[in-house]
């Protein structure tokens, strides 16, 4: 960032922080200490897991969000809301079902209050640019997902804003559209010919990040914070199969898992009791599956995490929360991108079904506080019930309610595959019953 | 019918609290409020003898024309209504506490009721004069229609898709373009529905509203409503006849020349991303899409609305965060003006009931509740038991479910009132106890809500799941039991919440039937209020009136409501 000082940044964001209340007015952080500038002439990618806070941020930057903490400054003087020269492209495309092609794109224009041949003939310039020419008066829900991002691209940059800021534009989209649509922009951005300065994404691909940005973010999760910041020296049109941009991926993996096992012991040395600790939700049917693939050829138990995102078509950011369960039941080990399947994991690959179940309710209530927690409250209690609502609140002390619900969905997923307790969900109650 | 949702009822889920009684006590000291005023206008009101209505078939074409005017009037005034009503409730935080509830317990209150109250307060403001009773009719059919709409909209502001919010916010569209180009655009299916629902509700206000009788004063306004109103009492068949006729072709003409349109028009507003087939374009919308004149006057008009929903209106400045945090002492301000409001109401209460009412009465229309609950209850199941076999039946052939939209509008329209010759003649005829023989006209106007609903969810119940119980041979009680049942719980709870209001408001019409010289009298808090009205007498009214929403409001809150919850909770994933 300091090799920038020629002129001043467009953006600068200092010392940010964004926290949540909870009821209980314990304040739960979803980004920390965040430092972010944005000069001219850039791509800058933000590269994190899902609920890392990626998003939060862009939202700070895009002033739809207001920090808790920190400021936010915009062409050099301080943000107070959606600043002009901001635009953004929503990762669900956030259309106006009721408004043509023509009429969504003219909707930035139209809140400018500019006349109405200036808008169109900024629209058709817009659409044309971004190659939705003939698709004017048509309905977005006409449009295919390709098409309808187009419409969000051309929506934005149709208002010429400095500053694009992409909120994991392409993740919707099937592979083969996501691909097309990511050269396209860059084409147009490398011939110069898009109206805007920088670009801001946000993303969960590793690959779309190095295919794309000159410098990535790597953002680490609970609280969000900037981790890493990488430069990518590959000039455009990049290859995906040239052997640095593969080490460059294999490299961000690496960091990405690297802190998973730090990211765990930090949890529990900090006073947060050790039940509270979020779990992602992951299904008992793709942890068997996984640890199946893991254990069997060409595999034989250790894997290289890209080479098994791309052979099982999983995004890192589905693969990781699947390896992160695999360690914490201690059925496989996460090491420098790579994953390999303990003695545990390998017995439980060979095991029959109640077997397996036995080895996991094992698991459980070795390394699952949560789950340990619910089994040893039923079997003190003489009718062997306990309403979900007290761990609930538990958990809610110490994360945002959505992560409270996550984890809790995942822990009577879990523990209803071990049999170490069931769940009414009328009642809302865990129970001893049928697992005796 | 299958696509369409009933925005007015994901209320469900809130719970009564304190708000409710807020706004239950603020209804009440209100109407008591403005008693006292009704008293002092009744005295000096001479009947305005210029209207005089004809049995005549020649008058109906013009009397269809003033009723239906008077309706739509009443729709105009119900969208303005939605429009401030729905966005304060939905803007304002302070507002929202206190105008919800109430709407809500407006909603549940039978508001023919109030008829004596309204058409007296309005008379007296434009003493003598045609307009006054206009209005009031005006206003009751008003009070008809308002309140599903506003529920409606309002529940559409809250539930914007946020990303859809994201973006309006982040191309800086102002407050008066966000209205227009994002929130009246997504509440618009659920806003035309309504509409359609409050019209067909509101014949029989309609019908109530025009000609109406408070102590020794009759006013009646030329309309359908009064023409059946005399034909009523010159016993006349024939009229009513032509009356049922005259009602038939008003519905058939708006149904065809403006809710069609409507809903096809409305279909490009629903929040989808998948184009679904559309059905067959309304003869009117293919006209004035297709001919040539037609459509330059339909763009015309439509690009100025545009135009004037895209203006700016107010100054373009850099926008704040949306949300501040709220001030405390804004909001003790707030609640402790509404402490005050509250205290006055029930101060107005206190005082009413202390002055003009004993004990002895609140128990006797508590009685008399009772048994209009289980008439209204009776009617509800009786047409659950008849039409949920007819209804499924229907629904999963699609193309009866499809005949029997048309028919829908005009059924739930029809008046309880125009059977009543009918009912009165064969329960004169065997003997029948009017306690008793009464209570048909109840299901008459209940039936078709529960009928509609059941249709449209056997239409909606998902195709493999029928394949899937056909393969595993379910038939016969286990089918209804475990598969169709539970399929259409939700639809059917939604139709019978819809019919219980129904029923309610139709015992004050239906308790006392008359047919000439024959009045035939049931016992019920319907005909309490009925006979209390004509009368005159605001008290027991009044008392009547608000035992009976107590009763409505309990009923739907501690049985309808927890079993809409339930069955859309289990009958639906996720």
């Known amino acids: 960032m300091d090799t920038v000082v020629t002129h001043s940044p467009l953006l600068e964001v200092h010392n940010c922080r964004q926290s949540y209340r909870t009821d209980a007015a314990t304040e739960l952080l979803v980004l920390d200490k965040v430092d972010l500038a944005i000069a001219e002439a850039e791509i800058v990618g933000l590269l994190g897991r899902s609920g890392s806070g990626k998003s939060t941020l862009l939202r700070v930057v895009s002033g739809l969000l207001k920090p808790t903490d920190g400021e936010v400054r915009w062409r050099g003087s301080s943000l107070h809301g959606p600043a002009e020269g901001i635009a953004m492209v929503f990762q669900s495309f956030a259309l106006f079902p009721w408004l043509t092609v023509r009429e969504n794109v003219e909707l930035g224009l139209e809140a400018l209050g500019l006349p109405l041949s200036e808008r169109q003939e900024r629209a058709e310039e817009a659409i044309d640019l971004i190659g939705l020419g003939g698709y004017d008066s048509a309905y977005p829900k006409e449009l295919s997902g390709g098409m309808r991002q187009r419409v969000g691209l051309a929506r934005a940059l149709v208002v010429h804003p400095d500053l694009l800021l992409m909120d994991e534009p392409f993740s919707a989209l099937d592979v083969l559209t996501a691909e097309t649509l990511r050269t396209d922009l860059i084409d147009l951005w490398s011939e110069g010919r898009l109206p805007i300065k920088s670009m801001l994404m946000v993303t969960h691909n590793i690959e779309e990040a190095v295919l794309m940005c000159d410098r990535i973010l790597v953002f680490s999760s609970n609280p969000g914070r900037i981790a890493s910041e990488l430069r990518v020296p590959f000039p455009h049109p990049r290859n995906r199969l040239d052997p640095a941009f593969r080490q460059m991926v294999d490299d961000i993996y690496a960091l990405m898992t690297r802190r998973t096992p730090s990211a765990e012991t930090r949890v529990t040395a900090q006073p947060v009791p050790a039940i509270s600790q979020a779990l992602h939700p992951v299904s008992t049917n793709l942890l068997a599956g996984m640890i199946e693939s893991l254990a069997a050829p060409p595999y034989e138990g250790r894997a290289d995490l890209p080479a098994l995102a791309a052979a099982l078509q999983l995004e890192a950011d589905e693969l990781l929360p699947l390896g992160e369960a695999l360690a914490l039941l201690r059925f496989a080990e996460l090491e420098e991108g790579d994953i390999r399947l303990t003695e545990a994991g390998r017995r439980f690959a060979a095991a029959d079904t109640d077997t397996r179940k036995a080895m996991f309710a094992t698991a459980l209530r070795a390394y699952v506080p949560l789950a340990a927690t619910i089994r040893q409250v039923l079997e003190e209690r003489w009718n062997h019930r306990a309403s979900a609502e007290r761990f609930r609140d538990e958990l809610e002390d110490h994360m945002s309610p959505d992560y409270a619900r996550d984890t809790l969905r995942t822990v009577i997923s879990w523990g209803r595959y071990g049999e170490l307790y069931s769940y009414d969900e009328e009642a809302d109650q865990f129970s001893l019953e049928e697992t005796d | ?574």
């Open chain 2, 1 to 574: 019918m299958s696509s369409t949702t009933y925005p007015a009822l994901a209320a469900g889920r809130r719970l009564p609290n304190v708000w409710d009684f807020v706004a239950i006590a603020c209804v009440l000291g209100a109407l008591m409020a403005i008693t006292p005023a009704v008293r002092g206008t009744l005295a000096p009101l001479s009947a305005p003898g210029a209207v005089t209505v004809h049995l005549d078939p020649a008058f109906l074409p013009y009397y269809a024309v003033r009723t239906t005017l008077r309706m739509f009037a009443a729709l105009v005034a119900s969208i303005v209504f939605t429009f401030t009503y729905g966005t304060l409730a939905a803007k304002s935080r302070r507002a929202e506490m206190i105008l919800v509830p109430l709407l809500d317990i407006l909603q549940s209150v039978p508001i023919l009721g109030f008829l004596s109250f309204t058409v007296v307060f309005f008379v007296g403001l434009f003493p003598g004069r045609v307009l006054g009773v206009e209005l009031a009719a005006i206003f009751a059919i008003f009070t008809s229609q308002a309140w599903n709409m506003t529920f409606s909209f309002y529940q559409s502001l809250t539930t914007v898709p946020a990303d859809l919010d994201e973006a309006a916010k982040s191309f800086h569209l102002s407050t008066w373009q966000r209205f227009w180009r994002l929130e009246v655009p997504f509440a618009m299916p659920g806003l035309v529905w309504n509409t359609m629902l409050s019209m067909s509700g509101s014949w029989f206000f309609v019908v109530a509203s025009e000609a109406i009788t408070v102590g020794s004063h009759t006013w009646s306004l030329p309309g359908i409503g009064s023409f059946v109103a005399l034909a009523l009492q010159q016993q006349d068949i024939g009229a009513i006849g032509w009356a049922i006729a005259a009602m038939l072709i008003v519905i058939l003409l708006y149904d065809q020349l403006l809710f069609r349109p409507l809903v096809a028009w409305s279909a490009k507003f629903r929040f989808e991303t998948t184009a679904t087939a559309a059905p067959p374009e309304p003869w009117v919308l293919a006209l004035m899409r297709r001919t040539h004149l037609l459509r330059i006057v339909s763009r015309t008009v439509g690009a100025l609305l545009d135009t004037v929903g895209g203006l700016r209106l107010t100054p373009r400045r850099q926008r704040s965060y949306a949300r501040r945090p709220p001030s405390r002492l804004g909001d003790a301000i707030w609640l402790g003006f509404i402490a005050l409001l509250v205290a006055a109401a029930l101060w107005r209460i206190i005082v009413f009931i202390s002055t003009g009412l004993t004990l002895a009465a609140f128990g006797e229309t508590l009685i008399d509740g009772l048994i209009s609950l289980a008439r209204v209850l009776f009617a509800v199941f009786f047409s659950a038991a008849v039409w949920v076999p007819i209804g499924v039946w229907m629904g999963l052939r699609p193309r009866l479910a499809r005949l029997s939209q048309p028919a829908a509008q005009f059924l739930a329209a029809f008046p309880a009132n125009l059977i009543f010759p009918l009912v009165v003649v064969v329960v004169v005829h065997f003997n029948i106890d009017p306690n008793i023989g009464l209570t048909p006209l109840m299901i008459i106007g209940t039936q078709w809500y529960v009928l509609f609903n059941v249709i449209a969810g056997a239409a909606a119940f998902p195709g493999d799941l029928k394949e899937a119980a056909a393969n595993f041979h379910i038939g016969g009680l286990l089918w209804w039991r475990r598969v169709m049942l539970p399929g259409i719980l939700p639809y059917f709870i939604t139709g019978a919440i819809t019919a219980t209001g129904a029923a309610w408001n139709t015992t004050i019409v239906a308790e006392v039937a008359t047919w000439g010289k024959t009045t035939l009298v049931a016992r019920g808090l319907g005909s309490y209020i009925a006979e209390a009205t004509n009368q005159g007498d605001t008290a027991h009214i009044v008392l009547g009136v608000a035992v009976m929403s107590g009763f409505v409001i309990v009923v739907n809150r501690l049985f309808w409501r927890p079993l809409y919850d339930f069955a859309r909770r289990r009958a639906t994933f996720g």
